[in-house]
């Protein structure tokens, strides 16, 4: 297993082979990874180069449109989780001061008449730049289908069924987030961009970055800057993956640190996948992950329960 910076890489093309030894190598090889640090890249995850381009060249587009354009597609009743939020509106738990950053928020589109579509707010349609929203579109349905596939190989190794997670993360409140870290115009307080925090969902897929800045924290409390090759996609674990596994598989504490000087000029675009089940998934510690050395760590709660408690606690919520 190939290791950039630390974190491990996987091929996903070896778990969908229809070879059994390769996708069970696979599986050992990304449980293990998981265990032991909560980031990987994958190269053959699935999503097309082009609609990786073309999802950059729309967001960016976007982020360029005057203030007052983008304050359009704000709307304070949805809490950040549908369109734009304007700068300084987030934080990371336990930090007051907001992240240097403005983000936009698409979610999930349900077309097969399943009830939960009640539980959305519709996505918000973007005029001035006619390729933004459907490209979002094709980008989120891009990312649930290699993150179902990574879910497959994760509960294998946790030795559930393969299908465990599917109808749970069918339709499920996934969210695409586009991020515009802007330039650098002044010595800034510190030198995070988005203070250390964890994902709160199952599992987060980040295509690229149009500039380096995420570090992951390790077993030894360093600082590892992790930088995926242009083939690959970082995926790691959040919050919900941990509690629910009693925390067998971790939820790696990650930050964007400021770049070096001389980059201070440019912006940073970076757009996270958050992959998260339906709001009626139980989170309850999984019975194989709790025994007399884990005791279960965690109170039962609901998917849905568990983020309106983490929205509130970074601010997005009131």
């Not at 190269?43 to 354009?69: S, W």
């Not at 993956?241 to 000087?261: D, I």
Request: hydrophobic share 35%; net charge negative; aromatic share 10%.
């Amino acid at each position: 297993m190939a290791t950039v910076n630390s974190i491990p890489s996987v091929d996903l093309a070896e778990f969908t082979s229809g070879n059994p030894a390769r996708k069970a190598a696979f599986v050992e090889q990304l449980g293990k990874a998981y265990e032991d640090v909560g980031f990987v890249a994958v190269k053959n995850h699935g999503i097309p180069d082009q609609l990786i381009a073309d999802l950059y060249r729309y967001v960016q587009e976007f982020f360029k449109l005057p203030p007052d354009a983008k304050r359009n597609y704000e709307i304070p009743s949805l809490a950040g989780q549908r369109g734009y939020t304007s700068f300084g509106k987030e934080h990371a738990k336990g930090f007051d001061a907001p992240d240097l950053k403005e983000f936009f928020q698409f979610g999930q589109t349900v077309e097969d008449g399943d009830p939960v579509r009640s539980e959305y707010p519709e996505n918000v349609q973007v005029k001035e730049v006619p390729q933004f929203t459907p490209t979002l579109f094709q980008a989120y349905r891009a990312f649930e289908k290699s993150g179902s596939a990574l879910l497959q190989a994760i509960a294998l190794y946790l030795g559930l069924d393969e299908h465990y997670f599917d109808n749970k993360i069918h339709n499920g409140n996934s969210i695409l987030r586009a991020i515009h870290y802007p330039p650098i115009i002044q010595e800034p307080k510190s030198a995070i961009r988005a203070e250390q925090h964890e994902d709160i969902n199952l599992i987060t897929l980040l295509v690229g970055a149009s500039a380096d800045g995420l570090q992951v924290l390790d077993k030894q409390g360093n600082w590892v800057p992790v930088t995926s090759l242009p083939d690959q996609i970082v995926v790691n674990v959040g919050d919900m993956l941990q509690r629910l596994t009693n925390n067998k598989l971790k939820s790696t504490t990650h930050r964007v640190v400021n770049p070096p000087r001389e980059m201070w000029g440019t912006s940073r675009f970076s757009i996270p996948f958050f992959l998260h089940p339906k709001s009626s998934m139980d989170l309850t510690c999984l019975p194989a992950t709790v025994d007399a050395q884990h005791p279960a760590d965690y109170p039962p709660i609901t998917a849905g329960e568990y983020l309106d408690e983490r929205l509130r606690e970074i601010g997005l919520k009131k």
